[in-house]
């Protein structure tokens, strides 16, 4: 016996006649599915680049009600861009980013790194009209400080390297720097403020305004005290300033959010932090600020803990939580944050104790298969619709709030 099924023997039985918690998201399930899987052959028609597919997608941003809306299709190594929210499922894109056209792929376009050009894209934020997308294994940031209006449009700034040419760790260096990015999987635009979670280097780095030139170095630093360290949790347990694998930024009202999903953590500063190294107020998903362990450590989750959350958005305020391991979206409301504190609503899972993969059966696009979930990564909020990166079923899915 593993030592989660003992510990999930500890746990009293699930009371089947227990109401379920209130819903999150619209009882029908998403308004809108874009990519999918199989087209009835064997091999699945989402890992086929086409205009309406996707593989992997992990991020997703939306410009506003009206859009664009952006898709990091990160199997794909590409950026996909509608330029109004789709009314309809599987609808094509219409511009792209990082591939000559929507039937090709590669890293980098199977060519040398530039302008246009991606491997492994995953965040992506946009707002002060600036579109940024986490080129996270290119360990760079790429910036369109207007956004673009034809595909394969170049940014305009590179962020973690010198130049567009650069593609290396920490540029190459075997420490980090205020200008360097490792393994950077999560951006965000809030506030006129520019976030990047700096996975490798477990930090989330901060510009205080939208950097205008290449290289530009951070001016705040969270996770260390300093920009030159990278250790895990600090070099400590995870406590109140050390990170594991920061993924996702929301900055709202003066209170910033950070999603620590390697410590399966929503890290909580009631006020923007102001010094480097400055510690949280308050963590969602552990019972204090020193343990990290998936679901508190039992195998199966509840109302209160997190398994790897990757996503946060902000909506009506409410914190929502793609709570990837477990293959749901949580939310907690904003006035009512404390450490430990339960989620109050749940989406892709019937009750907080369930944690199934499309709740153990096919997702589909008909019916219920709509309001399931398998592994999301990501997640934004615009006009009461939610846009989740369902990344496990190679799909992203606009889903309105009830």
């Not at 376009?109 to 600036?130: I, S, Y």
């Not at 360990?139 to 290396?168: E, I, K």
């Not at 720097?177 to 990047?196: E, F, H, K, Q, S």
């Amino acid at each position: 016996m593993t030592l989660h099924a003992s510990l999930a023997r500890c746990l009293p039985p699930a009371d089947p006649r227990a109401a379920a918690p209130p819903l999150l998201l619209s009882e029908s399930g998403a308004r809108v599915v874009l990519g999918g899987e199989a087209d009835g052959t064997i091999v699945p028609a989402s890992v086929r680049p086409t205009a309406a597919s996707l593989f992997g997608p992990r991020g997703a941003a939306i410009a506003g009600p009206d859009g664009p809306l952006y898709v990091a299709d990160t199997g794909h190594h590409r950026l996909m861009i509608w330029r109004n929210p789709p009314c309809a499922d599987r609808a094509p894109a219409d511009l792209i980013i990082g591939q000559p056209d929507f039937v090709s792929e590669g890293r980098n376009a199977r060519g040398d790194v530039g302008a246009a050009t991606l491997n492994v894209p995953t965040g992506v934020g946009v707002g002060e009209g600036t579109l940024a997308v986490a080129d996270a294994w290119n360990h760079r940031v790429l910036l369109w400080l207007r956004l673009p209006d034809r595909s394969n449009q170049p940014a305009d700034v590179v962020l973690g390297q010198r130049d567009f040419g650069g593609c290396l760790a920490n540029r190459g260096a075997a420490q980090p720097d205020a200008d360097t990015l490792n393994w950077c999987y999560g951006v965000a635009i809030c506030g006129g403020r520019l976030y990047v979670a700096d996975t490798g280097n477990r930090r989330v780095l901060v510009w205080h305004r939208i950097p205008q030139h290449n290289g530009a170095p951070a001016d705040l630093v969270l996770g260390h005290g300093d920009f030159t360290t990278r250790d895990e949790g600090d070099g400590g347990l995870p406590g109140a300033v050390g990170m594991r694998w920061p993924h996702a930024v929301v900055e709202a009202k003066g209170r910033l959010f950070i999603a620590d999903a390697g410590s399966s953590r929503i890290m909580v500063w009631n006020r923007l932090p102001r010094f480097n190294g400055a510690p949280c107020d308050a963590v969602l998903g552990q019972a204090d600020f020193d343990r990290g362990d998936h679901n508190r450590g039992f195998y199966d989750p509840s109302a209160a803990s997190l398994n790897m959350p990757y996503g946060m958005a902000m909506m009506r305020d409410r914190l929502i939580v793609a709570d990837t391991a477990n293959s749901r979206l949580v939310d907690f409301d904003c006035g009512r944050i404390e450490t430990g504190g339960p989620a109050e609503r749940l989406a892709g899972q019937h009750h907080f104790r369930d944690k199934g993969e499309n709740r153990w059966e096919r997702p589909g696009h008909e019916g219920r298969g709509r309001d399931r979930l398998c592994w999301p990564y990501g997640v934004a909020a615009s006009d009461g619709t939610a846009i989740i990166a369902d990344s496990g079923n190679n799909r992203v899915l606009l889903w309105d709030f009830p």
